[in-house]
T-cell receptor
Framework: GDSVTQMEGPVTLSEEAFLTINCTYT??????LFWYVQYPGEGLQLLLK?????DKGSNKGFEATYRKETTSFHLEKGSVQVSDSAVYFC???????????FGTGTKLQVIP | EAGVVQSPRYKIIEKKQPVAFWCNPI?????LYWYRQNLGQGPELLIR????????DSQLPKDRFSAERLKGVDSTLKIQPAELGDSAVYLC??????????????FGSGTQLSVL
């Protein structure tokens, strides 16, 4: 079945540091890929998505590129802020099906 | 526009007691999901509704869990009887139907259940 593997956290960075959170997936066909974010005390919300190979999703300074050859969708941000502290979930849906499969989440803590 | 509303926010019960969670999705969203999120894990799908029909309940432990979505709007998830291992956050999400599998999910804040 479909699965998502994320790098384990927590990840602690200083403000303005570069962020990479690794995500790889296993799926049949051509899944759509997502990053969801969960800020403290809030529900999960979509951060960005990509629906086909080589697509780049971007939002709030975060980017992720759909790499079919390496089955990866790594999340990056050039300069993190304290307000980016949250748990980040990589996720996918199989083509034509609305079930979303989530990774285990990576907690990011940004210190001033 | 109101988001996905869940209640209660927290629930503490003793094992073997029943418990129910309620969800009101975003108006007009045909698809409703219940997920369970264990501590330090990602959400896992329990059941998915298209309108009032449960189209995927393969991960729902049917011996103790039940769900309903009368009239295709609000939904209730019930556990009877609860076990210690049911302690988790129960998340409700909704999306507009489109059939392409890329619709954005909107999540509620969840119900944190503690079974003592």
């Amino acid at each position: 079945g479909d699965s998502v593997t994320q790098m384990e956290g927590p990840v602690t960075l200083s403000e303005e540091a570069f962020l990479t959170i690794n995500c790889t997936y296993t799926a049949t066909g051509y899944p759509s890929l997502f990053w969801y974010v969960q800020y403290p005390g809030e529900g999960l919300q979509l951060l960005l998505k990509a629906t086909k190979a080589d697509d780049k999703g971007s939002n709030k300074g975060f980017e992720a590129t759909y790499r079919k050859e390496t089955t990866s969708f790594h999340l990056e941000k050039g300069s993190v802020q304290v307000s980016d502290s949250a748990v980040y979930f990589c996720a996918l849906t199989g083509a034509g099906y609305q079930k979303v499969t989530f990774g285990t989440g990576t907690k990011l803590q940004v210190i001033p | 526009e109101a988001g996905v509303v869940q209640s209660p926010r927290y629930k503490i019960i003793e094992k073997k007691q029943p418990v129910a969670f309620w969800c009101n999705p975003i108006s007009g969203h045909n698809t409703l999901y219940w997920y369970r999120q264990n501590l330090g894990q990602g959400p896992e799908l329990l059941i998915r509704y298209e309108n009032e029909e449960a189209v995927d309940d393969s991960q729902l432990p049917k011996d103790r869990f039940s769900a309903e979505r009368l009239k295709g709007v609000d939904s209730t998830l019930k556990i009877q009887p609860a076990e210690l291992g049911d302690s988790a956050v129960y998340l409700c999400a909704s999306s507009s139907s489109g059939g392409t599998g890329i619709e954005k999910l909107f999540f509620g804040s969840g119900t944190q259940l503690s079974v003592l």
